[in-house]
């Protein structure tokens, strides 16, 4: 399985960007897809998570900014981030789960700064 992040960037507190992550084989195939972020000195940390049948939950830090969604025929999942803040400066990395089996893209660069 692999796992294809981009959309990352450079972007002005309160600004938006969407991350996408394609997927090399059917994501309804995964019990869920998810996002998670790290930045420089803390552990990896859960974002939101999209879960086969559809319903999504977010860590309460993104909730109301953030939107993780999926388009099946493309096999893509995407995190849509609204009103960001210099907190949320981390890279990003797509994970895909097939019961008890993780799978990690390589992360993508999302800065936030003035």
């Known amino acids: 399985v692999q796992l294809q992040a981009s959309g990352g960037g450079l972007v002005q507190p309160g600004g938006s960007l969407r991350l996408s992550c394609e997927a090399s084989e059917a994501i309804l195939g995964f019990n869920s897809m998810a996002w998670y972020r790290r930045t420089p000195g803390k552990q990896r940390e859960w974002v939101a998570r999209?879960?086969?049948?559809?319903?999504?939950t977010y860590v309460d830090s993104v909730k109301g900014r953030f939107t993780i969604s999926r388009e099946n025929a493309k096999n893509t999942v995407y995190l849509q981030m609204n009103s960001l803040k210099f907190e949320d400066t981390a890279v990003y990395y797509c994970n895909a789960m097939r019961y008890a089996t993780d799978y990690w893209g390589k992360g993508t660069l999302v800065t936030v700064s003035s």
């Open positions: 999209i879960y086969r049948a559809g319903a999504t």
